[in-house]
C-alpha cells in the first residue's frame, strides 16, 4: 500500500507520522519526499485500520490531505529511466565511480553477448577497448566528451556523460557515466532521415487553437489546385512560412520557389526584378535579364504585400494570370512561362478596390483560392507551445540546456496582445533566452512594451501638455490607419467625422500616399 501526503514544511512532522506507523505495528518498507509531497510505502492492512489510520494522520498539525496512490515517485522514474533504456536502439551502458558497469539496455547487451548479470560490477574496459574510463573517471576536471571505442570487433562513437550528485552543500560528487554508443550505419540513418524531405510540409506549424487548425486544413487542400492563391495576414503572422509549405506540398516541390516584396522596391526596380529586360532597355545594360518569373519557371513565385503594386504592375500580373505570357521591358517578344503565383497582402484588397488604387479584375482572379492567417492574440492555445519551441531553437544555437518558464512567465505571454504576432514573440524569447543565466525564464525577464489594443503602443512616460499628447495619438492613430483606410471619407466615415474635418487633420500631420508610402 502506498499513501501521499499534502503537508506544510514542519519540523518533525515525518516523525509524527512515523510514530503513527509505529503505533499501528506498520513495517515501513519506503519513504519519500517529493515536490513537497510525502510518500509512504508499507505492506497492505485491513481496511478497518486503515479506517483509524487515515484519520488520524489528518489530525496532526500541517496535514493538509492524505490519500492512497499506485507507486513511489522513485518507483516511476525508475520504470521510466528502463523504458527509455529498452526503447533505445543504440547501446548504452551506466558506469559507477570506478568504471564498473551498473546497467545496460538490451542493444548493449546483444552486442556483448552476454546478461545483465554477467556484465553488472564488471570493468567496462572488458568490452570498450580504445578509450580508458578509469583515468578519465579519475581526472581532476571531468567534462562531456566523444570518443571512438570498439566493442566486440565494431567501431563506435561513444558520447560520455558525467553523473554528478549533489552533496548537499553546493557541490557535487562525481556518481558513475553514461555511456551511449552510435554506429557509423545508424549515423548515416539519422542524417538520411534529417535531409528526407518533411512527407507533411505542415506539419512543423503549432496548431492547437480551432483557428490555426482550420487556416492549415484549407491551405492543405488549396496548395494542390494549380491557380493563384491570395494569403491575408497581418505583419509577422506568418504569410510566407505558409507560402512555402504550399509550394512543398504542391507538385512543384522540387522546382524553385522565388520570393518578392511588392512594397520594398520601387516599381521600375519591382518590375525589372518580375519581368526581366532586353538588351540594352537600359543605359549600360547591354545584356538581357531574366526576370523572377522565366527563373521559376516550372516552380512557384510568392509576391509579398501584392497590394503595394503599382497599377502598370498590376496589368502585366494579370496578363501572365490570363494567358501565361509577359514581355521584358524593352522587348517585343512574348515570354511563355509555366508559374504558380502565390501572394499574400496585409491589406484589405477590397477596400483598395473601392478606393480604385487596386484592380477589381486581378482582386477577383487573386481572391479565387484565399486563407487567412489568424492572428496570434486569436491563437491563445498556441502561445505556450510557440514559446517553447523558440526556447528550444535558441538553447540549441547557444549550446545550453533549454530553461524552462515560470507561471507568472506564460501567463504574462497569453495575456499580451501580440501587435507583431509570431514574429514579435520569437524575437522576445531569443532576446530572453540569449540574456538568460538561471534554468528558469521568469516575467521579469521578458521585454515588452506597453500595448493597448484600441490605442496601441503605449508611451512609459508622458512628455509634454495634454494637447500635445492629444496631437501625437491623433497622428499616430492616422498613420496607422491611413493604409487601410487612403480615401478621406472611408477614413472619416470610420472615425465617425466629416470629412472635412479629416482632410484638415492629415494636412496638419502631413499624411498622404507620397508620405505615407516610406512610413
Known amino acids: 500500500m502506498r499513501l501521499e501526503i499534502t503537508a506544510s514544511d514542519r519540523l518533525g512532522i515525518v516523525q509524527d507520522i512515523l510514530d503513527i506507523l509505529v503505533q499501528h505495528g506498520i513495517d515501513l518498507r519506503g519513504i519519500e519526499v517529493y515536490q513537497g509531497s510525502i510518500y509512504l510505502n508499507f505492506p497492505e492492512i485491513d481496511f478497518s485500520e486503515f479506517q483509524h489510520l487515515m484519520p488520524e494522520m489528518r489530525r496532526l498539525p500541517g496535514i ?52 545483465l548479470t554477467q556484465v553488472y560490477d ?48 553546493n557541490k557535487q560528487v562525481l556518481a558513475g557515466a553514461v555511456i551511449s554508443l552510435k554506429s557509423e550505419l545508424r549515423f548515416g540513418e539519422q542524417i538520411s532521415a534529417f535531409r528526407r524531405p518533411e512527407s507533411d510540409t505542415f506539419g512543423a506549424f503549432i496548431s ?30 506568418g504569410k510566407e512560412l505558409l507560402a512555402k509549405a504550399c509550394h512543398k506540398a504542391s507538385k512543384r516541390a522540387d522546382n524553385d520557389f522565388v520570393v518578392l516584396n511588392c512594397a520594398s522596391l520601387p516599381d521600375e526596380v519591382a518590375e525589372s526584378e518580375l519581368f526581366g529586360y532586353a538588351a540594352h532597355a537600359y543605359e549600360h545594360h547591354s545584356l538581357a535579364k531574366k526576370g523572377l518569373f ?59 478596390v473601392q478606393d480604385g488604387t487596386f484592380r477589381e479584375d486581378l ?63 520569437e524575437n522576445t524569447i531569443y532576446r530572453a533566452v540569449s540574456l538568460l543565466d538561471g534554468d528558469e525564464m521568469a516575467r521579469e525577464h521578458v521585454e515588452l512594451p506597453a500595448y ?13 501638455t495634454l ?5 501625437r495619438f491623433e497622428s499616430s492613430l492616422l498613420k496607422r490607419l491611413y493604409p487601410s483606410y487612403p480615401s478621406t471619407r472611408q477614413l472619416a466615415k470610420k472615425l465617425g467625422l466629416s470629412h472635412t474635418a479629416i482632410a484638415n487633420k492629415l494636412r496638419e500631420y502631413g499624411i498622404n500616399k507620397k508620405t505615407m508610402k516610406t512610413y
Not at 80 to 93: H, K
Not at 321 to 331: A, K, N, T, V
Not at 389 to 412: E, H, N, T, W
Not at 452 to 464: I, T
Open 64 to 115: 493538509e490531505d492524505v490519500k492512497t496512490t499506485k507507486f513511489m515517485p522513485f518507483e516511476r522514474e525508475h520504470c521510466e529511466f528502463a523504458t527509455i533504456l529498452r526503447a533505445m536502439p543504440d547501446p548504452v551502458f551506466s558506469i559507477d565511480s570506478k568504471g564498473h558497469v551498473q546497467t545496460a539496455n538490451d542493444a548493449a547487451l546483444r552486442l556483448c553477448g552476454d546478461s
Open 363 to 425: 482582386f477577383y482572379r487573386l481572391n479565387v483560392l484565399s486563407v487567412k492567417i489568424p492572428p496570434l492574440r486569436e491563437r491563445k492555445a498556441d502561445i505556450i507551445s510557440l514559446a517553447e519551441l523558440y526556447i528550444r531553437k535558441v538553447s540549441q544555437q547557444s549550446g545550453r540546456a533549454a530553461p524552462r518558464m515560470s507561471k507568472a512567465c506564460q501567463d504574462y505571454l497569453l495575456q499580451y496582445p501580440w501587435p507583431g504576432n509570431v514574429r514579435q514573440l
Open 208 to 237: 492547437h487553437s480551432s483557428a490555426m487548425r482550420k487556416c492549415i486544413r484549407e491551405a492543405k487542400k488549396l496548395s494542390v489546385i494549380e491557380a493563384p492563391m491570395l494569403i491575408e495576414g497581418e505583419t509577422g503572422a
Open 467 to 471: 494637447e500635445e499628447s492629444i496631437k
Open 452 to 464: 493597448a489594443s484600441d490605442l496601441g503602443y503605449v508611451e512609459s512616460e508622458v512628455q509634454g
Open 294 to 352: 522565366e527563373i521559376a519557371n516550372g516552380g512557384t513565385v510568392f509576391l509579398d504585400e501584392v497590394g503595394e503594386m503599382s497599377s502598370a504592375l498590376q496589368v502585366k500580373l494579370l496578363r501572365l494570370l490570363q494567358d501565361g505570357c509577359f514581355r521584358r521591358i524593352g522587348d517585343d517578344q512574348e515570354v511563355q512561362v509555366d508559374v504558380k503565383i502565390l501572394c499574400a497582402t496585409k491589406r484589405d484588397l477590397s477596400l483598395l
Open 122 to 169: 564488471e570493468p567496462i574496459s572488458h568490452w570498450l577497448k580504445g578509450f580508458s574510463f578509469s583515468r578519465w573517471l579519475d581526472h581532476e576536471q571531468i567534462e562531456t566528451l566523444t570518443k571512438r571505442v570498439q566493442l566486440n570487433h565494431q567501431e563506435f562513437l561513444a558520447d560520455i556523460y558525467p553523473i554528478w550528485v549533489p552533496d548537499g552543500d
